[in-house]
């Protein structure tokens, strides 16, 4: 009898932990979706659409390489 009481109660806590970390995982989600909705709704706002965002993140990398080669370019390295 002692030994079942011992695993109910391992096993409560170990459900506990569990659902914690599941309501942690959903708020992360809901963040952020919640961000990038907030994001998306003032880009529109002001005049850009999804396809906008998309088109500047898929060029981002090759920004970036341009503003590096200009910081390089600058400071003689």
Do not use: C, H, W
Not at 2 to 15: F, Q
Not at 24 to 40: E, Q, R
Not at 61 to 69: K, Q, R, S, W, Y
């Amino acid at each position: 009898m002692p030994t079942n009481l011992i695993l109910l109660t391992a096993a409560l806590i170990y459900a506990l932990y569990i659902f914690r970390a599941l309501i942690n995982v959903l708020k992360t989600f809901l963040s952020t979706a919640v961000a990038v909705f907030v994001i998306i709704i003032l880009l529109n706002a002001f005049g850009f659409t999804p396809e906008d965002l998309i088109k500047e993140i898929a060029n981002l990398p090759e920004t970036l390489g341009n503003f590096i080669e200009q910081i390089r370019t600058q400071l003689s390295l």
